[in-house]
């Protein structure tokens, strides 16, 4: 009987000391739960996150959201793919203005792809015939328009959005932040496309 009772006294103590190391915690030993093997969830029995879902790291993005950021990698896709024509066959001062472009539109690309990774890569945007098949003189003026051309859609684009409370704010920030670059963009431009 003296060895039950000293059981039951050694075993009541171990649950006070518990108790007391999560009362240290902040939580109480009653609201832990025993949880058998056969519940923990491994990897492999984790469903996948639902596209647009919040990600560690990434906002909750709305339809709205991923319409306006899809429609703003093509675009800037596009001006990408520009450039580097412009890069490749350009006269000096084009060639110059394309390396810029370029360098602000691949940040840009990152922009959106951090804050939308579930879009995936990039669609593969091919040029313009009209401005591919140009050379010399014909080509640098076709340029100059395209560039133009670009930035006007994606200004109205993207000034849309940065006032859109439908969209994210996330997204109206990444949209208010990369005007100004786009407008110095297109006033480089048209200085570029200036009599000199």
């Not at 709305?62 to 675009?75: H, I, M, Q, V, Y």
């Not at 939308?116 to 100059?144: I, N, Y």
């Not at 670009?150 to 990369?178: C, G, K, N, P, Y």
Request: net charge negative; aromatic share 4%; glycine share 6%.
């Amino acid at each position: 009987m003296w060895l039950s009772l000293a059981a039951i006294a050694a075993t009541s103590g171990c649950d006070r000391g518990k108790q007391d190391a999560y009362a240290d915690r902040g939580t109480s030993a009653a609201s832990t739960v025993a949880v058998s093997p056969s519940t923990i969830a491994t990897a492999s029995t984790i469903a996948p996150a639902a596209p647009g879902a919040a990600t560690p790291g990434t906002a909750q993005l709305n339809p709205g959201d991923l319409s306006f950021l899809s429609a703003a990698a093509r675009g800037n896709e596009a001006e990408i793919a520009t450039t580097e024509l412009g890069m490749s066959r350009g006269n000096a001062k084009n060639k110059q203005l394309s390396r810029m472009l370029n360098g602000d539109h691949v940040a840009l690309r990152d922009e959106i792809t951090s804050l939308a990774p579930t879009l995936g890569t990039p669609p593969t945007v091919e040029v313009a015939k009209e401005l591919s098949d140009l050379q010399g003189e014909a080509f640098d003026a076709r340029l100059l328009a395209t560039y133009r051309e670009q930035h006007e859609a994606a200004i109205a684009m993207f000034t849309s959005a940065s006032t859109d409370t439908t969209l994210s704010e996330s997204v109206r920030l990444l949209a208010s932040d990369a005007l100004p670059k786009l407008r110095s963009h297109l006033t480089a431009v048209q200085a570029a496309g200036a009599p000199e």
